[in-house]
């Protein structure tokens, strides 16, 4: 269940994480993910700041993709436990994280104001699915829509650049390296650290904006494509 007053009275910062959790994740990195999704919750405990803007959602995907934390000021809600299983189906994770930010958005009490939120989408492999993805992309992201994310897409393992690159809209990177458990522990750290850097700049008269640092040494920029038809 999500947590806030029935009107926030400041600005939210709506953040989406969208993990993939099929069956390729079992083992080390799907245990890395969940170690470190504590300091997540420890960033926005420990500073004012991010404690008051952000709010934090998890999507878990795999065939289907579920909520598993709602939209939540992560000082009174607790972490999920994701576990693995499944094949890879993004399509079910845009149509969910669609879903969950136009009922989040809508849910945060009449007069509420908040800033663009972003997706931080994250995979270790290839969508398997017969349906093709790129639909339920183009409805997530669609500027026609007035919750439409900024998406920042991660990717290690067996993820693919081109794919990667068309799901974002803001930046794109594929993890350095041959070790998934690291390669998911730095992902989580550098989304720890965008959250509280980014919620750091936001500003009530519009400056600011979303902030990604990745370190260059373990991450790859991808370049972004478009959602072709």
Partial sequence: MAHFSETESHPVFPVFLVIDVSYSMAGEPIEA?????????????????VG????????????????????????????????????????????AAREEI???IRGLGRGSRFYRPVLFFMSDGMHVADEDWR????????????FAPE???????????EALGTIATRYAFKANGADPAAQAREIISTLVRSIRTTS????????????????????????????RE
Avoid: C
């Fill in 33 to 49: 993910v969940n170690a470190a999704l504590p300091d997540l919750k420890a960033a926005i405990e420990d500073d004012p700041t």
């Fill in 52 to 95: 008051e803007l952000a709010r934090v959602a998890v999507i878990a995907f795999a065939d289907t993709a579920t909520v598993v934390l709602p939209l939540s000021d992560l000082q009174y809600a607790g972490l999920p436990l994701l576990e693995p299983g499944g094949a890879t189906n993004f399509a079910e994770a845009f149509r």
């Fill in 102 to 104: 136009e009922r989040a």
């Fill in 135 to 146: 639909g339920p992309l183009r409805q997530l992201t669609s500027p026609d829509w007035p």
């Fill in 151 to 161: 998406v920042v897409a991660f990717g290690f393992g067996a993820a693919e650049a």
């Fill in 200 to 227: 750091g700049s936001l500003r009530p008269d519009g400056d600011g904006g979303l902030v990604v640092d990745v370190d260059r040494s373990k991450f790859t920029p991808l370049p972004l494509m478009e959602v």
